[in-house]
Structures are given as C-alpha cells and as structure tokens.
C-alpha cells in the first residue's frame, strides 16, 4: 500500500498541487480581480439598478454598437451592487473570437472594461484550474485524474493506519531525526485534512466530468423551448417583469439575451433552497418576441438528483457556508502542496540513506 501511495504520488502529486493552488486563488477570484482593477471600481454609481431601470437596455445597445454580430448572445449578472454591470458577450456559432467579459459603467452607457475570458490573470487561473489550459481535452484530464487524487488519499489513510496504539499513530516527535519529523508532518498534514480533501477532490471530479455526474445522480433535464416566429425583441426590462410574475419573490442573478430569433430569454433564479449564491439552478424561459412565458425550472421540484447536483458547486468551491467555510477551502488547497514537498522530501532522504 505504500509502494501504491508512492506512485500514485509521484503520477498525479504534482497536478494535485497545482490545482490545489489556484483552487486557493480562486476562492476570492472576483474579490481580488476587483482589487487588481480598483480604478475601474472606483465609480461608483449608488446603489444597484433595479428590475426596472433603463440601465440595462442601455447596456445592451452600448455592447451590441461595440460587437455589431447581430447574432451574439449577451449575459447580464444582476450582483446586489452598485459600480459597474458585469456581463458576457459569446460570439454567434462558427464566428472567431472568444468569450468577452464586459464591464459597463452604472450609467450603462460605457464600455469600462473588456478582455477575452483567458486573457488577464484570475481568468486564466480559472482555465489552469479546470482545464490546464487545453480545452475539453484538459477537463477530462482534471476529472480522471482527480479520481487517481482519491485514491492517493485512501492509500495514504491505509498505509498509514497503526497496527498498535493510536496514540502513538498520531503524534509528531519533535526530537527526532529530520526524517522522521518529515514522515510525521507529512502524516499529520494529511489526517487532519483528509476528509475535506475528499469532499474537495471528489466534487472537482463531478465538476470536471459531467458525463459521470450525469450518471450518478441523473438530474432532471432541461430542455430550452424556442420562441414563437415574430417581429422584434422585447426589452429586458420586460422580460425581467415577465419572469418576475412566474417566480416573484425569488432574487434574480442573470438573464440571458439569444442569439438567434427562436431562442428564448433566459432568466435565472436562486430560490430557498439552492445553495449558491451566484450559480443557481432555476431558471424561467420566456418568448423574446411576446414575453410570454415559455417554461419555468424551479430546482425545488426538478428532483432529488438535481437537488443534491446542485450542491457540487458550493462545496467545492466552499461558499456552502460562507466566509468562514471559503477561507478553510483557502486553507485546504494549500495542504497539497505540503503533502507533495513533504512526500518528495522523505522520499530523497530515504534514498539518501
């Protein structure tokens, strides 16, 4: 069992620290890209425009004279906030160009910021973290070898556990060799982090392989229904009045903008019960021509697969219970880099001797 926790080290114990890393970073990853762009920030236009201001038509007309593809779509995030409106750009199928993230001023009437996703630096993290840069291809790479990352960890637990007295199992000897003070710190360092690794890697593997996910817990599907055949696009001042009748006491978060004329409006909706704040799962879909409702997704009766799908997300990413629980993820993405240094350590020491 230790020959296997070796190989198994020396195979995935790099990556595991890599991911473990910028999993750190990324915890706060728009707190500290709004540090890294606090001048940007710095206009801030009293409080967040509500469901019924003309800001957000006005932003759309300021990004689609900037992108002039009628046919790309448009994602506006509804933070709570003043400041700037963050949103996205995706070009239309078969267009060259990536993912914009756009930043409007309070007014809507300016373009603030504009980078492509990828292209400044918490953004690429957030690439090297799921895909290691390599597209779809990276995600199977991070899914499939974070199951390799389970198995270092199990290995690890039974290979080390005490064939005689626990407390001993348990204790770090502060006087002993150098070598010894790196297999206990290296021991320690993985027993009192094991279980939240587990939870960690194993939600990152869900996360990275949604085939497998798929599987697993069989969440209900989605299907997007199409909008009717007619002239026009409601504003999304409408369509967020039109989705606030469907679920009305529930905080939006995003409202999608088609891009082709028989796509819906989408909306997107947290309501009690969904455990992340920014991600949520429910979702109301409505005609972009009529502003009739098309259909509504509310993950409260989609299911139990889809329920318990929709915890991955704030588990891995340790916002399940808020400050205190995103600072441990933080803390805990830095545990293997330690366990892969003390590892590698012992390991030379070993052959040194």
Known sequence: MRRIHLWLGFSVGLLFAVLGLTGSALVFYTDIDAALHAAMHAEHGGPAPGLQSPVWDRALATGRTRWHDPHGKWTFEMTGEGGPIPARYYPAPGQHG?????????????????????????????????????????????????????????????????????????????????????RDLHKLFGLWSMALLFVLVATGVLLALPAVTQTLFAPAAMPAPNSKDGAGQITIVQALVAGRRALPNDRIVFVDIPNSPNGPIRVRYQVPGDPHRRFPGSYVFIDQHSGQILAVHDIRHAGTGTMLVSWIRTLHDGTVGGITTRILAVVLGIVPALLFATGILHWLQRRGR
């Open 98 to 182: 990536d993912r914009q993230m756009v930043w409007f001023s309070p007014d809507g009437r300016r373009i603030v910021r504009a980078e492509p996703w990828g292209g400044y630096l918490m953004s690429w993290l957030y690439q090297l973290h799921m895909q290691l840069l390599a597209g779809e291809f990276g995600n199977q790479v991070v899914g499939w070898c974070g199951a390799a990352m389970l198995l270092l960890l199990i290995s690890g637990v039974l290979a080390w556990w005490p064939r005689g007295r626990w407390r001993k199992a348990l204790a770090f000897k502060r006087d002993a060799a150098p070598i010894r003070r790196l």
